[in-house]
């Protein structure tokens, strides 16, 4: 997932996002990217060293960014990396994959049978129409906007608007160089509840606990350790709402809040030590779906149900009165999880 395509301009250098690596208990390490409010959407990693091999849950969209972390593995250990959890199906969860492939030949990837399935039929036309036409176009798009000053729309470009529309070249020309030759990779394991491996004194649960960010989302739970790796089923500061399942999601933030954890990895964000942002979530999607709901039955349409849900005490919550940050929360969560559920209850209008 780019930024610059959810409509607001990232801070891009050419590089990939920032990171830095936490050890969460013996062999158990995160790699926390920065915080994506304005940048690109690059998923956190966890690794796990065990005895005779490494686990990876996710492998963040770009190649360059895997290898960061492979280079991060392998300071730490010699031993392969076996397995690669892909948590869900968005791109910026598994674009790496190819790199595990690249560095440990024989690695398997691990996923819900629904996300090899959207791999399969969404992501990978997705990625080949957006490399091929979709994205060259609007770098064209953007560098026309800048020789004439102006916005399609004919508004005129201020020096910020300049430099945003700058970065957002540059970040879709990274993209595009950085995954030139990237083939997506499914899953080629799948699991459809649980899968336990065990490794030594270690088990590592891999489980699908019910639809939420999407209808395959996977997290992988330590239970010696006390950790849990979430994928987006958390993010934080402000949730992803893209064509997310609102109705399940609370009953599956339920489930995953039964686990015994001390050590909480979402899929973008820092790491949590308690339950007190689901804690926050969790009313809010119920509010913003009985919301929905209500308006969708009442026969209003897409715009009137934006208009019918009231989001201002959450926005104002979770952007903890950033401006920048209450934009983010519209354009990232409220706009796409109102769409995504007024097209669940009515599909096909």
């Not at 208990?25 to 926390?32: K, L, N, Q």
């Not at 691990?110 to 091929?132: C, G, L, Q, W, Y």
């Not at 945003?164 to 990779?185: N, Q, S, W």
């Not at 399942?245 to 949590?272: C, K, Q, S, Y």
């Amino acid at each position: 997932m780019i930024a610059g395509a959810l409509g607001f301009a990232p801070a891009f250098t050419e590089v990939p996002d920032p990171y830095r690596v936490e050890e969460l208990a013996p062999g158990v390490f995160a790699v926390i990217r920065q915080v994506p409010t304005r940048n690109v959407s690059d998923s956190n990693v966890l690794f796990v060293i065990n005895d005779a091999d490494v686990v990876v849950v996710d492998a963040n969209i770009f190649p360059a960014s895997a290898r960061q972390t492979i280079a991060e593995i392998r300071k730490r250990t010699s031993k392969p990396v076996r397995y690669v959890v892909t948590t869900h199906w968005h791109s910026d969860h598994h674009y790496g994959n190819g790199e595990y492939r690249s560095a440990y030949p024989g690695v398997e990837f691990i996923a819900h049978p629904r996300t090899r399935e959207m791999i399969i039929s969404e992501d990978i036309p997705d990625f080949h129409k957006n490399v091929t036409t979709e994205y060259p176009a609007e770098i064209k798009r953007l560098e026309q906007s800048l020789v004439i000053g102006k916005r399609s729309d004919g508004s005129v470009l201020s020096a910020a608007d300049r430099t945003a529309v700058a970065e957002r070249i540059a970040l879709y020309r990274f993209f595009l160089t950085d995954v030139k030759g990237l083939e997506p990779i499914p899953a080629t394991i799948t699991v459809a509840d649980s899968l336990v491996l065990h490794r030594g004194e270690r088990s590592i649960v891999i489980k699908w606990l019910g639809r939420g960010n999407t209808e395959g989302d996977l997290v992988v739970y330590l239970p010696n350790e006390r950790v849990v790796a979430t994928g987006d089923l958390v993010v934080s500061p402000i949730p992803f709402g893209f064509g997310s399942f609102l109705a399940d999601w609370p009953t599956t933030l339920r489930a995953l809040e039964r686990l015994d954890v001390a050590t909480i990895v979402p899929g973008h964000g820092n790491v949590m030590t308690d339950w007190s942002y689901v804690d926050q979530l969790i009313p809010m999607f119920e509010s913003v779906w009985s919301d929905v709901r209500r308006a969708v039955a009442s026969g209003a349409d897409l715009e009137a149900t934006r208009k019918a849900v009231n989001f201002a005490p959450y926005r104002d919550s979770f952007a903890r009165g950033d401006a920048r940050l209450g934009r983010v929360f519209d354009v990232v969560f409220a706009h796409p999880i109102v769409e995504a559920a007024h097209g669940q209850l009515k599909p096909n209008r």
